[in-house]
Structures are given as structure tokens and as C-alpha cells.
């Protein structure tokens, strides 16, 4: 069975930091590609950033770039998302997805809250 399961979610003031782990079971970590989405009230689904399978490569949004960091540890099968400067826009539930060659997958999401 597949899970993706995201914690670490909060609430917090601007201009602090949160980290956010996804840990994935059911299927073969090492080969996919893992990413953050996040989804604000009102808004649509936005990609927040991506590590490749192999970690060696990653991108990130325009408006997390230089603030977020996305990692992986294929020992812990765990992607991770190091959100530091945040901002009152980053307020979104956050979903961890895995890409592979023929599936993908969702996380359930874990709400960030950024708010004074």
C-alpha cells in the first residue's frame, strides 16, 4: 500500500521557519522523483519545489527560491521541505507527490499557517 504521509505543519509568525518531512512507504523511493505542492483557499494547486531521484538535482519556485530548501534521505525514505523567511503568502496546505515513469502520487497534506 502506497502512503505518503506529510508532517510538520504549524503555525507561525513571519519571517519564521518550519520543516517539513513526507515519509513514503508501498513503493521504490530511490526511483522517483519527489516534489512539494501547496494549495492556498481559493487558489489552485502550485508547485513549491522538486528533488530528483537520485538527489543530486532540484528546482523551486520563483517565490520560494533562496527561502525553501528540498531534501531527501533514501536510508529514511523521507523528502523534506526547510522553509525559512516565511512569508504571510506561504499560508497553504502543503502536499508531498512522487513521480515516476508510470505512477504518481499524492500526500494528504499538512497545513501551514503564517500569520502574526
Known amino acids: 500500500q502506497v502512503q505518503l504521509v506529510e508532517s510538520g505543519g504549524g503555525l507561525v509568525q513571519p519571517g519564521g521557519s518550519l520543516r517539513l518531512s513526507c515519509a513514503a512507504s508501498?513503493?521504490?523511493?530511490?526511483?522517483?522523483?519527489m516534489s512539494w505542492y501547496r494549495q492556498a483557499p481559493g487558489k489552485e494547486r502550485e508547485f513549491v519545489a522538486i528533488?530528483?531521484?537520485?538527489?543530486?538535482?532540484?528546482n523551486y519556485a520563483d517565490s520560494v527560491k533562496g527561502r525553501f530548501t528540498i531534501s531527501r534521505d533514501i536510508n529514511e525514505n523521507t523528502v523534506y521541505l526547510e522553509m525559512n523567511s516565511l512569508k504571510l503568502e506561504d499560508t497553504a496546505v502543503y502536499y508531498c507527490?512522487?513521480?515516476?515513469?508510470?505512477?504518481?502520487?499524492w500526500g494528504q497534506g499538512t497545513q501551514v499557517t503564517v500569520s502574526s
Open positions: 528533488i530528483s531521484s537520485t538527489g543530486g538535482n532540484s
Open positions: 507527490h512522487a513521480r515516476g515513469w508510470t505512477s504518481d502520487y
Open positions: 508501498g513503493f521504490n523511493f530511490r526511483m522517483y522523483a
